[in-house]
């Protein structure tokens, strides 16, 4: 009998989710650039964080909503982190977003674990176009930190070589350009034919429009092409690198950093 409780006692953990709520995160200073991230940021991690099976997302309207109606302060938050289960989470992610010196992004994480009240940091550094990135890379970061599963990165390279945008706008201004040619010789036709003295002047200023649209059009194709040819075959592509710094120590976790992002 006892040997089966502990078969159904394992069975049950193994396939329990731990529960994770991501708070909103915080911005070093007040303007627009960094307060975007900081709003928009949560919501990248929380995707990334969902795409792993052992994970449940405790939808954080539904975290500040509970927060609020509780109005825990921090008196009552450190009594306990029992307080907190309220929001049933096993663990609440909270964040900050600073500017580097060299223009960087840096997002600084704190992982609370509720049932200990312990956390564990993590950060990741890169640039505002790579935040999709970032939120990938912590991702995983927090998930090894968490379950203990899984290897930790502490660079990624992202790759930009997207020339696909250039290339259709090249073939657009190509056809334009030959579609103009084309009108321009028959508007030229149609006017060396014409024999009528009232149609003559007509079909020159026709002619003469599609002319001048035809070398424009194939002036700026030609440029295009060239453009476009050096960037595919030189292999162009920019290379931008990710970096993230663990750290590792556990500290008492400070509950009102909790209710910062709610105010």
Do not use: C
């Not at 975290?63 to 008196?75: A, C, F, Q």
């Not at 970032?134 to 660079?155: D, P, Q, S, V, W």
């Not at 090249?170 to 579609?179: D, E, G, N, P, Y």
């Amino acid at each position: 009998m006892l040997k089966l409780l502990l078969l159904i006692f394992l069975v049950t953990t193994s396939f329990a989710k731990t529960k994770i709520a991501v708070v909103e995160f915080d911005a070093s200073v007040d303007g627009f650039f960094l307060s975007n991230i900081a709003q928009t940021f949560p919501d990248l991690l929380q995707t990334e964080l969902s795409k792993f099976e052992n994970f449940t997302i405790v939808e954080r309207r539904n975290l500040d909503k509970i927060l609020r109606e509780k109005m825990l302060n921090e008196s009552e938050l450190g009594e306990s982190s029992n307080e907190l289960g309220l929001v049933s989470a096993d663990f609440i992610v909270s964040g900050k977003v600073v500017k580097t010196e060299d223009d960087f992004i840096q997002i600084n994480v704190k992982i609370l674990e509720i049932q200990t009240g312990t956390t564990l940091g993590e950060k990741v550094v890169g640039l505002q176009k790579n935040t999709s990135e970032m939120a990938e890379l912590l991702a995983k970061n927090i998930h090894r930190t968490i379950t203990g599963f899984g290897k930790k990165e502490t660079k990624v390279k992202v790759t930009h070589k997207n020339h696909k945008p250039l290339i259709f706008t090249t073939l657009a201004i190509s056809s334009l350009a030959t579609f103009s040619l084309w009108q321009a010789k028959q508007t030229k036709k149609d006017y060396k034919n014409e024999t009528k003295l009232s149609e003559i002047e007509k079909k020159y200023d026709k002619a003469n429009t599609w002319n001048r649209i035809a070398v424009s059009s194939v002036s700026v194709a030609a440029i295009l092409g060239t453009v476009t040819l050096f960037k595919v075959f030189s292999g162009s592509q920019r290379e931008d690198f990710i970096y993230a710094t663990i750290n590792s120590d556990e500290v008492k976790f400070n509950f009102s950093l909790i209710l910062a992002g709610l105010k």
